[in-house]
T-cell receptor, first 113, second 116 residues
Framework: GQQLNQSPQSMFIQEGEDVSMNCTSSSIFNTWLWYKQDPGEGPVLLIA?????ELTSNGRLTAQFGITRKDSFLNISASIPSDVGIYFCAGLNSGGSNYKLTFGKGTLLTVNP | DTEVTQTPKHLVMGMTNKKSLKCEQH?????MYWYKQKAKKPPELMFVYSYEKLSINESVPSRFSPECPNSSLLNLHLHALQPEDSALYLC???????????????FGAGTRLSVL
């Protein structure tokens, strides 16, 4: 089945630093999603990407859908303490009755004030 | 509004109990999902309902029984659970479409379940 390799597994950074994380897949997706999950809460959608090569920003977040449709990255600029959490990438190929998200294993981000 | 509401927030139950988890959305989404999530792991899909009919069951044990009474509600009935079933149970919903924003899944805050 499809698998996503998400890296890094964890990051410890100082407030104000930039962060980059990425996901790669052995097969293509037609949608890439990035979610953030705080402890005890559900995943919250950060950015959605629909087209190969697409670069999308949401405030301090920037994400790109790889040209090959097999990868995506998420950048966070000027990190702040509330950026702490687990970030998941997810790929989706929808159509028919298949709406299954394939998740990466997550990147645990710790920001030191 | 992208809100998916789950109740209860926390649940503790014994292995002989019967309980239910509830999920509600008013976004007009016609696909609803149950996920199970262990600590620091990604969510694992359990069930998918589309147009109130079960379309995907990821080989989930029968002690978990989903129900979709109408297009806004999704229940998960629990019976004779095991301690290893303790986890965060997440509900999600989405529209249905071939490609694009319609298929984005929005998650609830989850129910933290502890089985004693």
């Amino acid at each position: 089945g499809q698998q996503l390799n998400q890296s890094p597994q964890s990051m410890f950074i100082q407030e104000g630093e930039d962060v980059s994380m990425n996901c790669t897949s052995s097969s293509i997706f037609n949608t890439w999603l990035w979610y953030k999950q705080d402890p005890g809460e559900g995943p919250v959608l950060l950015i959605a990407l629909y087209k190969a090569g697409e670069l999308t920003s949401n405030g301090r977040l920037t994400a790109q859908f790889g040209i090959t449709r097999k990868d995506s990255f998420l950048n966070i600029s000027a990190s702040i303490p509330s950026d702490v959490g687990i970030y998941f990438c997810a790929g989706l190929n929808s159509g028919g009755s298949n709406y299954k998200l394939t998740f990466g294993k997550g990147t645990l981000l710790t920001v030191n004030p | 509004d992208t809100e998916v509401t789950q109740t209860p927030k926390h649940l503790v139950m014994g292995m002989t109990n019967k309980k239910s988890l509830k999920c509600e959305q008013h976004m007009g989404h016609r696909a609803m999902y149950w996920y199970k999530q262990k600590a620091k792991k990604p969510p694992e899909l359990m069930f998918v309902y589309s147009y109130e009919k079960l379309s995907i069951n990821e080989s989930v044990p029968s002690r978990f029984s989903p129900e979709c009474p109408n297009s806004s509600l999704l229940n998960l009935h629990l019976h004779a659970l095991q301690p290893e079933d303790s986890a965060l149970y997440l509900c999600a919903s989405s529209q249905m479409g071939a490609v694009g924003p319609k298929n984005i899944q929005y998650f609830g805050a989850g129910t933290r379940l502890s089985v004693l």
